[in-house]
């Protein structure tokens, strides 16, 4: 009988505890680890947003800025969007490498790619594409 009475005890004092530790308010976490997700922001005091205008008549299908040091491609900055003509919209053109000057290339409904070499995203705030 004491057995089961301490026992009883013991599983009361575990609940009590488990309760309480619910109630707490969690301790704060240190921030999380950077990761690939995140933007990366160069710290010159350069603002590399830019605004894509679309008048060319044509839907964008895919837009891509590439520093001009690269020979390749970034992936497309629309992802899954696309850019009807008329539209615009405000890219975060910073990849964290302190460039200014970036290569542009839109690709439309119609065919046509349109490639823009050395952009200076650090000068400029918006970009027009027209026919």
């Not at 009361?12 to 488990?18: D, I, K, N």
């Not at 008549?57 to 590439?66: E, I, K």
């Not at 053109?93 to 839109?106: M, P, R």
Request: aromatic share 8%; charged share 25%.
């Amino acid at each position: 009988m004491i057995k089961t009475t301490l026992k009883a005890a013991a599983a009361a004092v575990v609940l009590l505890g488990a309760a309480a530790a619910a109630a707490a308010p969690a301790p704060a976490l240190p921030p999380a680890p950077s990761s690939a997700l995140d933007p990366v922001q160069s710290d010159d005091g350069y603002d590399r947003h830019v605004t894509i205008k679309n008048r060319t008549g044509w839907t964008m299908l895919r837009f891509y800025a590439s520093d001009t040091r690269t020979d390749d491609w970034e992936e497309d900055i629309l992802g899954v969007d696309v850019l009807e003509s008329g539209q615009d919209v405000e890219i975060n053109i910073d990849d964290g490498s302190g460039a200014c000057l970036y290569d542009f290339k839109a690709e439309f409904t119609n065919g046509q790619v349109l490639t823009r070499r050395r952009i200076n995203v650090c000068q400029i705030s918006e970009y027009t594409y027209t026919r």
